[in-house]
């Protein structure tokens, strides 16, 4: 059974710091792209980054880059979101979402049940 087990979210203030963790376990791992999907209150989904199965290339949604750092540590089933310089407008629930290839490209089979962030003063 595929599990995807966020941690690390909270309160932070504008500014502040986070890093996201999410445990992968039921699947190999390092087969995988991987993804982070947040949702704000009362809005859609938003795609945040993907990272490939090995790690090799990343992307990222525009307002992000060079605030928020995706990573992954394969002998570790772990992803990662390292986020700096948070923003009111970066609170939303967020999502580890497992894709169905090696890929970013591949679709989002399986999600986490996401961990709540707050940024807030």
């Known amino acids: 059974e595929v599990q995807l087990v966020e941690s690390g979210g909270g309160l932070v203030q504008p500014g502040g710091s986070l890093r996201l963790s999410c445990a992968a376990s039921g699947f190999r791992f390092d087969d995988y792209a991987m993804s982070w999907v947040r949702q704000a209150p009362g809005k859609g989904l938003e795609w945040v980054s993907s990272i490939t199965w090995n790690g090799g290339s990343t992307d990222y949604v525009e307002s992000m880059k060079g605030r928020f750092t995706i990573s992954r540590d394969n002998a570790k089933n772990t992803l990662y979101l390292q986020m700096n310089s948070l923003k009111s407008e970066d609170t939303a629930v967020y999502y580890c979402?497992?894709?169905?290839?090696?890929?970013?490209?591949?679709?989002?089979?399986?999600w986490g049940k996401g961990t709540l962030v707050i940024v807030s003063s």
């Open positions: 979402v497992k894709r169905s290839g090696y890929y970013s490209y591949f679709g989002m089979d399986y």
